[in-house]
């Protein structure tokens, strides 16, 4: 079918081919979602329309307490037939998979992860090893991994991204959810935040370089976090309509990335900025804070940079210079002191991608300059650096790097070398290529350093 011109509700979305103006087809494999009070009333109800008869829940002993229990009550009535495993080993690691092997039943037709993160991670890959499908029953929504087909396991000691599948039906139950710790609440909301920075990225991408855009997805991803945005103060008081808003736009936005086919509508420079603290974070063997609050984080900050690049008149020629002068010898130096040990992979990947190679970045400042005014309008359009601060202030929410424990040095490095993790263009990439990413971040952490 063709592509809605205008934003539908989410379950129009899933499970159905759309031929699209863009001249891709887009397809979502999610079967169901249901985010409602009492939506764990259709874990049966979609187990059913399915034909499952034998269900594996995993929790751990506080999901369990949380949701797990109810789960089983809820599935007794119904007369399906489920078992339901309580973690013990929860590093979620060689041990946890084995645990969960040794406890599943022979018959189970459908793994049902009842938790976030961790659990759904896990869940996620062992029914995807063991060729079951697998539900999510979440107990928060702190960031937009529903949707996901990669998990996060530990393995060998190491945090280890390993392919597993997407789940078919999603269940968030705003009476669960609204109980939700609060930085989890408030870290979700920052996730969404950050759509705005990075749905920019693409629209630059595609006026610089001509990448390829799917506009309705865009309008999707849009409507949807400016509708969440508009009742975002609410969170605070744990209004459970608005956790539900919450909730069902991070999965619109996984959903997106399905439709996409990558993370393009869901991930720019601002999550960048969070991947590349993770890293940071994981050498020096420091738990980071939730991925949505580094993510809020991450979007003041471009903003911040946004506003250095408006506040200067870009002088292209100056630009030329700087492409022409780029030495690829001092760059390579530069990542190895700013990535350490992980300095290889990001070497290796832009001998691949060839983003700061000296005749495509004087190609880009062309198409810069004779686009200025439209890019200009795209900058313009984004909200303020104030406005976000504002938001995230009444949450309780860290907003600034200091807050969650990104230093001067650091923040520096993430400034200058973050756009390097992933060969995706985005605002830093294109202040670098005007030359200008050393100077306007020096500003911007100056500002910053006066407001901690
Ligand atoms: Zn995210
Ligand atoms: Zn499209």
């Known amino acids: 079918m063709e592509m809605y011109s205008q934003p539908h509700p989410l379950n129009d979305y899933l499970d159905r081919v759309f031929t699209c103006s863009c001249g891709r087809e887009h397809y979502a494999s999610l079967k169901f979602v249901s985010v409602r009070k009492d939506a764990l009333d259709d874990l049966p109800v979609f187990a059913g329309k399915l034909g499952f008869q034998s269900l594996y829940l995993i929790s751990d002993s506080i999901t369990y307490n949380i949701a797990g229990k109810r789960c089983m009550e809820i599935l007794e009535k119904a007369h399906i037939k489920a078992h339901i495993l309580q973690l013990t080993h929860t590093d979620f690691d060689e041990a946890t998979v084995g645990e969960v092997l040794i406890g599943m039943p022979d018959d189970c037709d459908l793994v049902v992860a009842v938790g976030t993160g961790a659990i759904n991670d896990m869940t996620r890959y062992f029914s995807y090893r063991m060729g079951r499908p ?24 190491l945090k280890t991204s390993i392919e597993a599948q997407t789940p078919t039906a999603i269940i968030g139950d705003t009476e ?73 736009g991070l999965v619109l936005t996984g959903v997106a990335m399905s439709l996409y086919g990558n993370s393009r509508p869901a991930s720019g420079c ?84 060839q983003k700061n190679e000296t005749s495509a970045r004087l190609a880009r400042i062309d198409a810069m300059e004779a686009h200025w005014d439209e890019l200009t309008a795209l900058l313009d359009s984004l909200p303020s650096s104030q406005t976000v601060i504002e938001l995230l202030k009444s949450l309780d929410s860290p907003y600034l790097p200091a807050q ?12 200058r070398y973050c756009k390097e993790v992933r060969a995706r263009y985005t605002i830093l990439q294109m202040v670098w290529d005007l030359g200008l990413l050393d100077t306007l971040s020096d500003q911007v952490i100056d500002q910053i350093t006066a407001l901690s």
């Open 134 to 157: 697998f539900f999510t029953v979440a107990t928060a929504a702190p960031m937009d991994g529903f949707a996901s087909s990669l998990a996060v396991l530990n393995i060998n000691h």
């Open 176 to 248: 669960i959810l609204k109980n939700a710790p609060y930085r989890m609440i408030a870290a979700g909301l920052g996730d969404l935040l950050g759509k705005s920075t990075c749905l920019c990225d693409w629209k630059l991408s595609r006026i610089i370089n001509g990448e390829h855009y799917c506009e309705r997805i865009v309008d999707l991803v849009e409507s949807c976090v400016q509708g969440v945005l508009k009742s975002a103060d609410k969170a605070r008081d744990r209004d459970p309509e608005v956790l539900g808003n919450i909730m069902e």
């Open 270 to 353: 601002e999550h960048h900025m969070s991947h590349y603290w993770e890293m940071m974070f994981e050498q020096a063997g420091k738990r980071p804070v939730p991925h949505g609050t580094q993510v809020s984080v991450g979007t003041v900050l471009v903003l911040k940079l946004v506003e250095a690049l408006r506040s200067v008149q870009v002088d292209f020629d100056a630009a030329r210079a700087a492409a022409r002068a780029y030495d690829p010898a001092v760059w390579e130096k530069d990542i190895r002191t700013a990535y350490g040990p992980a300095a290889q992979g990001v070497i290796d990947m832009e001998a691949k991608a």
């Open 404 to 415: 969650i424990d990104v230093d001067a040095a650091m923040l520096r490095n993430t400034f």
